[in-house]
């Protein structure tokens, strides 16, 4: 939209105001300016702002310049007050888009051109003049967004009458104002309200009416020379409650505060009190504070209904007009970091320590279509599933398994060594439901491994599988125990994997110490392979419950060595020989070597001894590595370490 500078001056005083900090307040405050043109002729700069969907309150000069005012504190020089009349008429049958009209009969009118102030803003905004009457309407609508209609007035209808006739039929004669003045003597000059609920709605409720109807009259009066009769005031009955309605948001202070942060000044201290009722008041929201809840009371102006209706919409507000530059740009620091659960670590380091054995984690979902649909009385059911493959809730992770096993034997992949970490869900009885997390593998690789190269690979078999198993525990530190399966404590097992087992070729997994029952390995029965042919060889699976699994798996909570940097400076080695007692301990030597001379000694090692029966003694070599972590060593540094460590051999053999 084009909006002129010389018009918005007439409407907030803006002669302290520099025109580029005024663009450059304006285009802070969230207004595109897209092109200032100059107006040499007219003297005068148009500003091309583009405005934003959300703004449509801005479509007349007057809104600006309200907009402007809260923007730079400057007060309005025309008064917005309007007061309702006591003397009005209801129309129950005016157009729900009209709340309200103002009009007047205008007789005896001069269709003479407008004078050339008036010629001039219209030209500036790309308005062609034409008649008083059409550039009066023009005229208003650009200045102060008031829509003005004229109808056709004969003496022997009412004015009533003739705006019900207007609101159904939509004939503004100022489209044909030739016809008007030949025809036409008297004219009804309509001023609506209109309903600003409508979305679709270009006019919202006007806060300058009273400015946009007194300027009309003088313009009509002065350059047109017509009559004016007096005013007649019609309501909308339907709609009468929204000219007293008020919008109004109670938004807390400390909300606020936090939303916007701090203010960039040396104490980083929030807006006060103080500062965010006197913004709320320069956006007219006539605020009021509740100092026992620390809240404001607002009421939204009507022009804004549309786009001021959250919380965090006044807030925004309250930013753009005291100024986003003014607050922190950046994000407060996480003083607190997130914390993973001790379970949720021991998850991970299971699938680590899978992954690195070689094994490929998998991800089903938690529903199971049934093999051969044997459906167990352990299962929970949906009532209402959204296909039939999803109707039940698996109770174990290795059927999901076999699936995926088959879809890479059809893909041909011979080597199928899968993991899966995932919850398993049963019912104990008809109202007692139980979700439990369980790790399932399934292991198949014909060519795992060949004694010799001219040998032919060998299948998989159950001591390698045990195999990996005990290793997988070991890594993870458990203290488990290997038993056979016992036919009382399967039926008590809450899942159905022991239905996919071969009954021979089955072991449980027990804690060493409380004898719980963990999980279980076993090879695949043969009868759930047999649609693939000539694949029915050893396909191993197993099931353990993460939960129990947890409980006997050591944590070291402490390490054993200690960590230092490693020196930058090279090393010296020296072979030295000594003579000790018969009866001296070596490590105890090196161990004293060691202690007295830590920092330039890194390493001492024995490479050969010598004992000589005769006079009891042993003579040994010591290959001795020195370093130093802040500098280099010389000759002089070997030889003054090399009399400390004669020094104390001296010392040993004496006693």
């Known amino acids: 939209m084009k909006f002129s500078w010389k018009l918005l001056n007439y409407l907030v005083d803006l002669k302290n105001i520099n025109f580029n900090e005024f663009i450059k307040k304006l285009t802070l405050a969230g207004f595109e300016i897209e092109e200032i043109e100059e107006q040499k002729l007219l003297k005068d700069k148009i500003i091309h702002l583009n405005i934003t ?61 407008s004078p050339q102030w008036l010629i001039n803003s219209l030209i500036a905004h790309e308005i062609k003049p034409t008649n008083i009457l059409n550039d009066t309407k023009e005229y208003i609508k ?23 006739k207007f609101t159904k039929n939509t004939t503004d004669l100022s489209n044909n104002l030739n016809q008007l003045t030949n025809t036409y003597n008297y004219i009804i000059i309509g001023f609506p309200m209109y309903n600003y609920n409508l979305e679709d709605n270009m006019y919202n409720y006007t806060n300058h009416y009273v400015s946009a109807y007194n300027e009309t009259i003088r313009l009509i009066t002065t350059f047109g020379k017509g009559n004016i009769s007096q005013s007649y005031n019609f309501f909308n009955k339907k709609l009468i409650h929204l000219i007293y309605f008020n919008k109004k948001i109670k938004i807390n202070k400390n909300k606020i505060q936090t939303i916007l ?157 899968i993991f899966e970490i995932g919850k398993i869900f049963y019912k104990i009885n008809d109202k007692i439901y139980t979700e439990e997390t369980h790790l399932g593998g399934l292991i198949y690789n014909k060519d795992f491994i060949r004694k010799t190269w001219s040998d032919k690979p060998e299948n998989l078999n159950w001591f390698y599988a045990k195999g990996i198993l005990e290793f997988f525990l070991e890594k993870l530190q458990t203290k488990i125990q290997w038993q056979t399966c016992k036919k009382n404590i399967i039926k008590n097992i809450n899942t159905d994997i022991y239905k996919l087992l071969n009954p021979i070729k089955q072991i449980a997994i027990y804690d060493s110490m409380n004898k719980e029952y963990i999980g279980i390995l076993g090879e695949l029965n043969n009868q759930y392979t047999k649609d693939l042919q000539n694949y029915n060889k050893e396909i191993y699976i197993f099931e353990i419950n993460i939960e129990k699994l947890n409980k006997i798996t050591k944590l070291n909570k402490h390490l054993n060595y200690s960590m230092k940097p490693y020196s930058l400076y090279p090393k010296v080695i020296r072979d030295i020989n000594i003579i000790v007692n018969s009866n001296q301990n070596l490590i105890k030597i090196k161990n004293n070597l060691l202690e007295k001379n830590q920092n330039l000694i890194e390493e001492i090692n024995i490479t050969n001894e010598y004992y000589n029966k005769i006079k009891k003694y042993r003579s040994i070599c010591l290959r001795i590595t020195y370093r130093s972590n802040n500098r280099t060593l010389n000759t002089k540094d070997i030889n003054k370490i090399n009399q400390s460590i004669q020094k104390s051999l001296n010392e040993i053999n004496k006693e």
Not at 81 to 93: G, Q
Not at 147 to 157: D, G, K, L, V
């Open 53 to 113: 969907a959300n703004r449509r309150d801005i479509y007349c000069i007057a809104n600006l310049a309200t907009e402007i005012s809260s923007i730079f504190n400057t007060p309005l020089i025309t008064n917005n007050k309007y007061n309702l009349i006591n003397k009005f008429k209801y129309i129950n049958t005016l157009n729900n888009n009209i709340i309200y009209i103002k009009s007047n009969i205008i007789y005896n009118i001069n269709y003479d051109k």
């Open 142 to 164: 650009l200045k102060w967004g008031q829509n003005i209609i004229y109808i056709n007035y004969f003496s022997q209808t009412s004015i009533e009458s003739s705006l019900i």
């Open 261 to 417: 942060g701090p203010i960039k000044n040396q104490s980083f201290k929030f807006l006060s009190t103080k500062q965010i009722n006197n913004t709320l008041r320069q956006l007219k929201f006539k605020p009021v504070y509740n100092n026992k809840n620390k809240t404001f009371d607002i009421i939204i102006p009507n022009s804004r209904i549309s786009d001021l209706y959250r919380t965090i919409d006044i807030i925004e507000e309250v930013g753009r007009n005291y100024g986003f530059k003014h607050f922190l740009n950046k994000l407060p620091k996480k003083i607190k970091q997130g914390k993973l659960s001790k379970r949720t670590v021991q998850i991970y380091k299971i699938s680590d320590i899978l992954r690195n054995m070689g094994l490929n984690e998998v991800i089903n979902s938690s529903f199971n279509k049934k093999i051969k649909n044997n459906i167990s009385i352990l299962n929970v059911k949906l009532y209402n599933p959204v296909t039939e493959e999803q109707k039940i809730l698996r109770n174990n992770i290795v059927e999901n398994l076999i699936e995926n096993y088959k879809y890479n034997i059809k893909q041909k992949n011979s080597r199928v060594e």
